[in-house]
Nanobody
Framework: QVHLFETGGGLVQAGGSLRLTCQASGRVFANNAMGWFRQAVGKKREFVGAISWDGREIYEVTVKGRFTVSRDNTENKLYLQLNSLSPEDTAIYYC????????????????????WGLGTQVTVSS
């Protein structure tokens, strides 16, 4: 079992920045990929970005260039730097985790991630 705990959400003005952190604990193995999904009120959950164990990053097209995913494998932490925020980025942001076949594995598919955090709210005011 892996437990994921997100922190760093909050209220920010449009154009501002936030940094989310996800702490993984429990049976954390190497070759895992971690990432972020988000869900706004009344909308489907969507992929934001993810990173493989060896650092390969993938992003949803609307956040590419504004958001950056990074990780610290020694501390089992995942980060999401959110810049140039807009009200459309308002959502609950969820951390995800799963172990792949190798260190380069990473996915944007929701079904590929077995473990999810409870989420942290990001609210961007106009």
């Amino acid at each position: 079992q892996v437990h994921l705990f997100e922190t760093g959400g909050g209220l920010v003005q449009a154009g501002g920045s936030l940094r989310l952190t996800c702490q993984a604990s429990g049976r954390v193995f190497a070759n895992n990929a971690m990432g972020w999904f988000r869900q706004a009120v009344g909308k489907k959950r969507e992929f934001v970005g993810a990173i493989s164990w060896d650092g390969r990053e993938i992003y949803e097209v609307t956040v590419k260039g504004r958001f950056t995913v990074s990780r610290d494998n020694t501390e089992n932490k995942l980060y999401l730097q959110l810049n140039s925020l807009s009200p459309e980025d308002t959502a609950i942001y969820y951390c995800v985790y799963n172990v792949g076949l190798d260190s380069a594995w990473v996915s944007s598919r929701e079904a590929e991630y077995a473990f999810w955090g409870l989420g942290t709210q990001v609210t961007v005011s106009s």
